[in-house]
């Protein structure tokens, strides 16, 4: 019995040794170790065996077994190794590899993160409403008369439905205090819709980032004072702003800032950059009324708005000359920017 089981772990070596695949590798496990193979069948012949032999041939028989696992496992390698080189036989790992175009930022995007990064650190938190709006929170809210210009149907894309594209992001402020008790301090940066003809300086869809500042005594200075902290930012220290009176329905005093623009080769000139102002005592009571208490009633509360264009802040920023360059995607444009 043991040259038995000599003769059968010679044996399954050699076989093993010989396959040429996996599947031969596999046939081999099968006629050996398998439940009909013959090191099994010799483990049966143990019975008959007397009490000193038992120990002898079962160490036998469990060398045996190891020998022809170990044996099938290192074949198995061999043969995984070879069929490895062979599929990599056909690649030229020196062949240069091709050219990865790694994707950039938009330029508006760019600016957006950038504004936002700003203000974030003064406090404002990000507020956002929809697209599709109700006359109410576009103007009505906001202290808009019925026959102002901005509702007229030339000016405005209305639905049959009565909604509207909101002619601007204030509509966020109105939003804002409906559902939030002050103090508030948001922006919300989002697309505004208007029927202009397209020109270098319109499109019918831009993008405005507003801000509402709203608590106890938030006074004139707190806005002049942010703002200028925002542009200096955003465009360096030395970066003058004026503040020109102006008029909105929804501020009251209302100015327009403007940004002194130095060109090379041009005289430095003011261009207008954003609308802000004290928030109009009749929209905190229009919000009263909308949420029935008085929270934001006006002896209570102050605050201020400002509202900007991003593509204005991006063609300033970097000098480009028409707005529709940022939405035609031309990648020779675009390019630039990554
Ligand atoms: N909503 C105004 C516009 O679109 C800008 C603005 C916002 C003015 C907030 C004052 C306060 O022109």
Redesign the pocket.
Known sequence: MKDEIQQIQTDAVAAIGAAPDENCLDQARVAFLGKKGRLTAASAGMRSLSKEEKPVVGQLLNTARTVITDALEKRRATLQDAADRAALAGIDLTLPARPVHPGGLHPLTIVKDEAVRILRRLGFAIAAGPEIETEFHCFDA?NTPADHPARNEKDTFYFDSGKLLR????TV?IRTMETQAPPVRIIAPGS?YRRDEIDATHLSVFN?L???YVAEDVNLPDLKGTLEYFYQSLFGRDTELQFRPHF?P??EP?FEIDIKLHTRGQRPRWIEI????MVDPAVFEEICKSRGDDLYHPDKVTG??????LDRLAMIRWGIRDIRLLIENDTRFLRQFA
Do not use: I, K, P, V
């Open positions: 906001l002619t601007h992001t204030s402020q505004a405005q507003e801000g509402l909105f929804f501020t209302s954003a609308g802000c102002g201020f708005a400002f509202g900007m264009g």
